[in-house]
């Protein structure tokens, strides 16, 4: 889905033009300059000026491309859309979504996931995972400032990156495989959820036993 470059385009217009292209073209040649310039030359851009908008090779043009995916899911399900659902229904359509925009490009999500899972782009992995999950949370409606703000998104991030393993695997058709994982590891945390909410309501309604011892010593109070 790249977008038209307007005549003197910023470095971060012609981001956003090439990372749907790049990831077209790195199923076959990786993401790296063959693709960039492959990209470069479809939107008529120079080869130079394309570099200088990624600085950071590979790495950037992953970057760039997940956050396309971020800006289709987006458009796909705004908030206002997302609102008629349940958290639950929310939560797996967001996911699904993101498996119908990579299924095109699943090799090219293959080789993206091996270049990150390298020791030195570790914590950019760790952040585009963070920065997924917490994007489909705030679409989801989630207004968490408290610990749980965090909880949701590392157990989503390892829902969702463990969706994408079976995924890049997955021959079922319309990859039923993967929705149903994707179904039974929802229902995993829905139920954790539930259970940590009963138990903060028991944490909540039992006695406290310093009080109560404290009232024996110090009645009145």
Do not use: C
Request: proline share 5%.
């Amino acid at each position: 889905m790249a977008s038209i470059l307007p005549a003197d385009p910023t470095l971060d217009e012609i981001r956003a033009a090439l990372a749907p292209l790049i990831a077209a073209s790195a199923a076959f040649d990786g993401f790296g300059d063959a693709a960039l310039d492959d990209a470069a030359a479809r939107v008529g851009v120079d080869a130079d000026v394309a570099r200088l908008a990624f600085p950071g090779g590979g790495r950037d043009m992953i970057d760039a491309w997940f956050a396309d995916i971020d800006a289709a899911m987006e458009a796909r399900w705004p908030a206002e859309k997302l609102a008629a659902l349940k958290i639950r229904e929310r939560i797996t359509t967001l996911v699904e979504t993101r498996i119908d925009l990579l299924a095109p490009n699943r090799e090219s999500l293959r080789r993206a996931l091996a270049l990150l899972a390298l020791p030195t782009n570790a914590p950019h992995a760790a952040k585009l995972g963070w920065r997924a999950a917490d994007h489909m949370w705030r679409l989801a409606g989630d207004t968490a400032t408290d610990y749980n703000h965090y909880s949701k998104r590392v157990i989503l991030g390892a829902v969702y990156g463990s969706t994408m393993a079976v995924f890049l695997t997955d021959e079922s058709e319309g990859f039923a495989d993967t929705r149903a994982f994707l179904a039974r590891r929802i229902d995993q945390v829905m139920r954790f959820e539930s259970w940590k909410h009963r138990r903060a309501s028991r944490s909540i309604e039992r006695p406290s036993l310093a009080r109560f011892v404290g009232r024996l010593r110090y009645p009145g109070r």
